[in-house]
């Protein structure tokens, strides 16, 4: 009869019984209590502490705020400012894109400073970061200080208008430029 390794050590172990069987039971107890312990309750603990302090953190930005708005709600400019601020950003940032209104603007501007447009080009609107975004390549030729009267022009109108792309090139005494300008609205529905 072949004999069973597996099953020789078992029988041949002494069983526990009585203290012997408290004390290993008690052993097992306390190594599973220390497991659940370090492995489970202590990072938990770390995290409740962590969401606390977040807590704590956002509870007091909200006070500072609340703290602000109640301390400047009583100024009767601090309405007006917030009026006159609202009303400015609904000028840079319309509802619509508005492309003839900018066309007419940028045409306008361009004969205010004596700016030769060669080319205008609108091309398709995308939504970007709930944004629309329509971007116009521009071409023209000017002089130097044209240039610069013209750029200044478009940095100070209402409307927020960014110059993605520049390139300028000198010929015949004159500058041939190519801009790419983006103008930006709210997307409906945002």
């Not at 312990?37 to 956002?58: C, D, I, K, N, S």
Request: proline letters at 3%; glycine letters at 4%; one cysteine or more.
């Amino acid at each position: 009869m072949v004999k069973m390794i597996g099953m020789d050590w078992l029988q041949k172990a002494k069983k526990p019984k009585g203290k012997e069987w408290l004390l290993l039971s008690l052993g097992i107890s306390l190594l599973c209590f220390a497991l659940v312990y370090f492995f489970v309750h202590g990072p938990m603990q770390a995290r409740r502490e962590q969401a606390q302090t977040e807590a704590l953190a956002m509870r007091r930005e909200i006070q500072a705020v609340e703290a602000y708005r109640k301390a400047h709600a009583a100024e009767p400019s601090y309405e007006k400012d917030l009026l006159a601020r609202q009303a400015r950003a609904d000028q840079a940032l319309p509802d619509r894109l508005e492309q003839g209104v900018f066309l007419g603007k940028l045409q306008q501007l361009a004969f205010q400073h004596k700016i030769k447009l060669t080319q205008v080009a609108p091309k398709a609107a995308v939504v970007r970061d709930g944004l629309q975004v329509m971007p116009v390549e521009v071409r023209f030729r000017s002089s130097y200080f044209e240039l610069l009267s013209f750029l200044r022009s478009l940095r100070e109108d209402d409307r927020y208008i960014q110059v993605a792309r520049t390139t300028v090139q000198e010929k015949d005494g004159a500058l041939n430029c190519q801009l790419e300008l983006r103008i930006y609205a709210v997307k409906e529905g945002s």
